[in-house]
């Protein structure tokens, strides 16, 4: 099995930037999708970027222009740069991984925490 383990989530005042890493070890397979989502309390957990194993990517609308994510697959880690942050965008960030020929992501990370507050 692969394990996930993400890092970076802090408090941050609004208007800040943050960086969240996600670092696989394990059984890694190839070739591979990666991705990240988040969920604040009392909400469902919400799409906020997906990566393929050839960089496509795609963003959540609640967070295109304002993250960008990554991949850097000789150190089997994947980022998460995020900028202009709101209050909106406090959650528990998940990373996550999949089979690239799949639909689902079926290996998660256990999330790390972003607080973005004055």
């Known amino acids: 099995q692969v394990q996930l383990v993400e890092s970076g989530g802090d408090l941050v005042q609004p208007g800040g930037s943050l960086r969240l890493s996600c670092a696989a070890s394990g059984s890694i397979f190839s070739p591979n999708a990666m991705g990240w989502f988040r969920q604040d309390s009392g909400k469902s957990r919400e799409l906020v970027a997906t990566i393929t194993s050839g960089g496509e990517v795609k963003y959540g609308d609640s967070v295109k222009g304002r993250l960008t994510t990554s991949r850097d697959d000789d150190k089997n880690t994947e980022s998460l740069q995020m900028n202009n942050l709101e209050p909106e965008d406090t959650a528990v960030y998940y990373c996550?991984?999949?089979?690239?020929?799949?639909?689902?992501?079926?290996?998660w990370g256990q999330g790390t925490q972003v607080t973005v507050s004055s």
């Open positions: 996550c991984r999949r089979k690239e020929f799949l639909a689902t992501y079926n290996y």
